[in-house]
């Protein structure tokens, strides 16, 4: 039986995997809402759907099809700012819905436990993306690790650099309230990744954190992971730029590239298919990631030693640069 979905933040970046994923699992699109109207991708989708600028009409739209023609609303999927997620995430619950939320589920660790609590008393359930689990590559690691040796520990160097333009700093992602910052906005996905595969995580060190540029050591019960995230195009190694791309992407298992540079296309697609079935991700799922990046964003910087990542290197003054 098709399912009736609404999506808030339609006019996103994210967004058109959400329309994608609705579509092709033969869902119906009711009704989506932004304060942006910028939103023609609906007509590859969902042209007869309602769109809305102001929430109000929005939630009037969906009581009044409920009344009058019987039309229940079963799942909100939410593409909107990292700071608003939560409180779209409990519209939905008390709409009578299911949440579908984008990474990252919240920015703070107790707002998880918030939503746990509210979420039980509900009889609906807050989903959330975490596509890096479905991604071919990251099984077969996954697989790999619990079926080597039980006490093995892995050395993993993370480098994520994708570019952005001067459009981010005045945009919401620009602003650590609303986005959590560098960490939040671009690693969390990553963070999640890594706390499936290796387990709880044990310690969490800070190298450098900027607007643009984050670095730091973590620990898990197996493995080391060094890790370098960027959107500062002055980090993608020469030879990248020489391709004309403006993303770098990099994890290294003990030495050895994990390729993983396609088969995003359906990944959202897929995470659908696993809610529907009853199989998604939940918030409990999330946590780790979400406290991983909570406390980058309020570590202290520590001074290059041990272990940092090869693209950090240390200056007479004490300063760290790119190393690339």
């Known amino acids: 039986m098709n399912k009736n979905f609404a999506i808030v933040g339609v006019g996103g970046y994210i967004a058109p995997r959400h329309l994608k994923a609705i579509k092709d699992t033969n869902n119906n699109?009711?009704?989506?809402?932004d304060k942006f109207d910028s939103v023609g991708i609906m007509d590859s989708y969902f042209p007869e759907a309602h769109f809305f600028v102001e929430f109000e009409r929005f939630d009037r739209h969906i009581e009044k099809i409920k009344r009058r023609k019987n039309i229940a609303l079963d799942y909100v999927s939410i593409c909107t700012p990292n700071y608003l997620h939560d409180s779209h995430i409990r519209m939905a619950l008390r709409r009578g819905a299911h949440a579908i939320c984008e990474k990252p589920i919240v920015i703070n660790p107790w707002n998880v436990d918030q939503l746990i609590?509210?979420?039980n008393e509900s009889e609906?359930?807050?989903?959330?993306?975490?596509q890096l689990r479905i991604h071919e590559s990251i099984i077969a690691l996954k697989k790999k690790v619990d079926q080597g040796p039980k006490d093995k520990i892995y050395d993993i160097d993370l480098t994520y650099l994708t570019s952005r333009g001067n459009w981010y700093y005045t945009s919401w992602k620009g602003d650590v309230s609303k986005s959590g910052g560098i960490a939040t906005n671009i690693g969390v996905h990553f963070y999640d990744m890594l706390s499936w595969i290796f387990g709880k995580v044990t310690k969490n060190v800070v190298h450098k954190l900027t607007d643009d540029t984050a670095a730091g050591y973590l620990e898990f019960e197996k493995a080391?992971?060094?890790?370098?995230?960027?959107?500062?195009?002055?980090?993608?190694?020469?030879?990248?730029k020489k391709e004309g791309k403006r993303t770098y992407r990099s994890i290294t298992v003990n030495g050895e590239e994990i390729e993983f540079s396609g088969g995003?296309?359906?990944l959202h697609t897929n995470s659908y298919k696993s809610i529907l079935n009853g199989n998604g991700y939940g918030?409990?799922?999330?946590?780790?990631?979400i406290e991983i990046v909570h406390d980058i964003r309020n570590a202290s910087i520590s001074e290059l030693k041990n272990d940092y990542h090869p693209f950090l290197k240390s200056t007479k003054d004490?300063?760290?640069?790119?190393?690339v």
Do not use: C, M
Not at 29 to 33: F, G, H, K, T, V
Not at 124 to 130: D, E, G, M, Q, R
């Open 318 to 323: 004490g300063l760290l640069k790119s190393n």
């Open 283 to 289: 918030l409990k799922d999330a946590r780790q990631s």
């Open 264 to 266: 995003f296309t359906e």
């Open 124 to 130: 609906h359930n807050v989903y959330s993306i975490l």
């Open 29 to 33: 699109l009711i009704a989506a809402l």
């Open 117 to 119: 609590e509210i979420e």
């Open 224 to 240: 080391r992971v060094r890790w370098f995230l960027s959107i500062d195009y002055n980090n993608i190694p020469e030879k990248v």
